[in-house]
Every structure is written in structure tokens, then in C-alpha cells.
């Protein structure tokens, strides 16, 4: 076979680029057809010529024609990354954002077909060629899409630890952590550290440790929140727990969870009377309130 | 040798860890701690641990056995200024130092040592008015 290492395909792209690039963008067009939400008109068509061009020269470089990893590759993969990262932030399925590599399939087979009908063995051997390019380049392009979901979800996450776990102070030498949400080994680390910086810088005493915001609490749940005031403890803090529902109380007790000599209440309202009294302060009126009559 | 210096305040003895506590030095400051304890009469012990940022188990169990020891010796122990790091490596380590008081720094562990002293030296009988600190009225 005179045509083994190197492949008809880079000239073939080169002569018939214009025609590719045509039928390319309407079998795109038509592909997406009635469904909204994909990139506009004039975005596609100059992505495509750039892609096509960029894929024309790649395949080109005899050294790695069908390594899509290789260098000859780069700007390819580049533009794909970019499209595949632009396409997943506007909300693009990732068989959407597939589909812009897979659709330059069928145009390339055509056009090979046309070209190559003569010669059955070549053609298959293009077809071949082709297919693994194009397949391997539309994994990546999933592959991309795939990656800034994920990194969109964990940024999300981050921000959602920040946001839920506040350390307020209620009164000079007087914290408290309102905890809203499961309390899992993550979190709880996130929580415990807020709450010792927050204790070291304000000079704290008492910390109060609401947990009304959570939903259940087993015994995973419990050790985490003893480790936390356990630590709070060893810094010179005493922490209180307050928020503990009726329903709560009895599943604390069900599980057999030892919370210790830690000090809870029912309600914040009442671990902040207790904390204000061992900073040795009372909340009172201001002056008597006037009888009403007939008193 | 490498030794921590332990200064006499009054009634009491202050300790301050300034370097990298190995095990070699914690258990030098153990044995300097009890000896000073018992020629000095000290009623309590201040251990300031803010400059330490590296704790592991053997620490966190010396400084248990420091508390032990001085109560032993009817010194009380207040071991202050622990970062939280450390607080929470410890926590993670499973030593809780169930037996030392802490403190958040070196003037609050004073005051509670004082009012440890104070409370044993008074005539009239303390009374722990924390448990029955119900609703005023």
C-alpha cells in the first residue's frame, strides 16, 4: 500500500475547506434546529472556520496525525476548551456541546465518500483515521464541559461553608455560633476553626453553640459538636449548646450519646441569661412601669 | 541542656514555652515544674503555651501529667493561650486534657488562679453559685 504512514486526509481538508466549513455550519444549524439556547449564528460560524482551520493544520503534522494528546494538537484543544468551558457556563448540555465535534463526522464521510469511492481500501482506512480524530476530540470536549461543572460545584460549595457558619458576638466576652444545616466532619472543621480564631481575637469566654438550624442529630453529629467544644475548652473558652428541640433531646438520649458535663439549654435566650450572669452582668428594666389600675 | 525557664510570681509559678517543646525538654520542665513546686511552696502554675504551634501526643500527654503532678502537689494548673491549631490537633488526638483548666491568655489564668487561692483561703464556705443559676426572680 503506497499511502501507509501518511493519510489523504490533511490535503483533502486543505482543497475542500471551504465546502466542509459551508455544510458543516448548516448541518450544525440544522442539527440544533428548533431548540434555543445555543451559541448565535455568526459565534458558530466563525468558531467553526477557526476550528477547522486549526484541525486542518494539525492534522497536517505527519509526526502525531491522530494523537490528539500531542503537541500538534495544542491549539485545537485550546479552542475546544474555551468553546466546551463558554458552552457549559451558559448551560449547555454536554450532548450539545458534543454534537459541534460529532456533526463535522458525517460531512468528513461524505466528502470522503465522494472522493475516495474508487478505492474501497483507502476509504476505509480514512474512515478509520477520521473517526478516531473526531471521537477523541469530542470525549475531550465532554471531558471539558464535565470539568468546569465540577469546578463550578466546588467553588459553590466553599462559598456555602463561608456563608453558613458565622460566629456573632452578643455581648463583650459573648460569642455565639448559630448552626443551620447538617454538621458533617468538613463542615465541623470549618466551624471550629471560625469559632477559635473568633474566640482569640474577641477574647471570649463563653461561646454559645445554637443548633436549632439542625435538622437531625445522630451521633456522628454529637461527637462532632463535643470535639468543638472540646477545643473551645482547651483554649480557655466555655461553650454552651443551646437550641435542643424536644425531639432532639429524646434521640440524644435513644442513642445512648454522652454529652458530657457540657452545659445545654433549650433555648438561645436561655444560654445567654446564663452567659451574662457568669461575666457576672443582669439584664433588667430600666425603671418600674407604671401600675395599671385597679392593681 | 535546653531548659525552660520557670519565674516566680508570688503564689505562683509561670512557665513559658517559647521554643519548639521536644520530648526531651517536656520532660525536663516536668521534673524542673515539681521540684520548683515543692521548694517554692507555689500554689498554682501557669503554663503559657501561645508561642508553641506544634503539638503531638507525647506534649499533649505531658502537659496532662504536668496537671496531675502539681495537683498531686497542691498546685493548681492553667495551661493559657493555646492557638487554635493546636487545640483542635489535640481535640483530633483524642487528649482532651480532661484534668487542666485553660484560660485564653496569661491575665485571665491569673485571675482564676487567684480566685482558686482565694476561694480555699476564705473562711466562709464558697459556694458554687454556677449550677443554680436559674431564672432571675
Known amino acids: ?295 | 541542656m535546653d531548659r525552660i525557664p520557670i519565674l516566680k510570681l508570688g503564689d505562683f509559678l509561670l512557665v513559658t514555652v517559647q521554643v519548639d517543646m521536644h520530648d526531651r525538654l517536656a520532660m525536663n520542665l516536668q521534673d524542673d515544674l515539681t521540684e520548683k513546686i515543692v521548694d517554692s511552696h507555689a500554689r498554682g502554675v501557669l503554663i503559657d503555651i501561645s508561642a508553641l504551634d506544634i503539638v503531638d501526643s507525647f506534649i499533649g500527654r505531658m502537659l496532662g501529667n504536668i496537671a496531675t503532678m502539681s495537683r498531686i502537689l497542691d498546685a493548681e494548673t492553667v495551661v493559657v493561650g493555646m492557638r487554635p491549631a493546636v487545640a483542635i490537633t489535640l481535640v483530633e488526638l483524642g487528649l482532651s486534657l480532661p484534668g487542666v483548666r485553660t484560660a485564653l491568655n496569661v491575665e485571665r489564668g491569673m485571675d482564676l488562679l487567684r480566685a482558686n487561692v482565694a476561694r480555699e483561703m476564705s473562711p466562709i464556705i464558697y459556694r458554687d453559685d454556677r449550677e443554680d443559676s436559674g431564672e432571675p426572680g
Open chain 1, 1 to 295: 500500500m503506497p499511502q501507509n504512514e501518511s493519510t489523504v486526509l490533511p490535503e483533502f481538508l486543505l482543497r475542500n475547506q471551504t465546502q466542509i466549513l459551508k455544510d458543516w455550519i448548516a448541518e450544525q444549524v440544522r442539527a440544533r434546529g428548533s431548540s434555543k439556547g445555543g451559541v448565535k449564528e455568526q459565534d458558530l460560524e466563525r468558531q467553526s472556520a477557526e476550528f477547522l482551520n486549526a484541525f486542518q493544520e494539525a492534522s497536517q503534522r505527519a509526526d502525531a496525525a491522530d494523537d490528539i494528546e500531542a503537541d500538534s494538537w495544542t491549539r485545537v484543544r485550546d479552542i475546544l476548551t474555551d468553546l466546551s468551558t463558554e458552552q457549559a457556563r451558559q448551560g449547555a448540555t454536554p450532548v450539545q456541546i458534543a454534537t459541534f465535534v460529532f456533526s463535522l463526522k458525517q460531512i468528513l464521510f461524505r466528502f470522503l465518500q465522494s472522493e475516495l469511492s474508487k478505492t474501497p481500501e483507502l476509504f476505509a482506512k480514512e474512515i478509520w483515521q477520521t473517526t478516531r480524530i473526531i471521537d477523541g476530540l469530542g470525549l475531550f470536549t465532554t471531558q471539558v464541559a464535565m470539568k468546569s461543572r465540577e469546578d463550578v460545584i466546588s467553588r459553590q460549595q466553599a462559598e456555602m461553608l463561608e456563608l453558613s457558619t458565622p460566629v456573632v458576638k452578643l455581648w463583650e466576652g459573648v460569642l455565639a455560633l448559630p448552626l443551620i444545616g447538617t454538621l458533617d466532619s468538613e463542615r465541623t472543621q470549618v466551624v471550629m476553626e471560625n469559632l477559635l480564631e473568633e474566640i482569640v481575637r474577641s477574647g471570649a469566654g463563653i461561646a454559645i453553640i445554637d443548633i436549632t438550624g439542625v435538622p437531625t442529630v445522630d451521633t456522628l453529629v454529637a461527637q462532632h459538636l463535643l470535639k468543638t467544644v472540646a477545643a473551645a475548652r482547651l483554649m480557655g473558652a466555655e461553650c454552651i449548646i443551646s437550641g435542643i428541640r424536644p425531639q432532639i433531646a429524646s434521640t440524644i438520649v435513644h442513642l445512648g450519646v454522652n454529652l458530657g458535663d457540657v452545659v445545654t439549654k433549650a433555648t438561645l435566650a436561655d444560654a445567654f441569661s446564663i452567659a451574662l450572669r457568669r461575666n457576672g452582668l443582669v439584664v433588667g428594666k430600666l425603671a418600674p412601669v407604671r401600675k395599671q389600675a385597679g392593681e
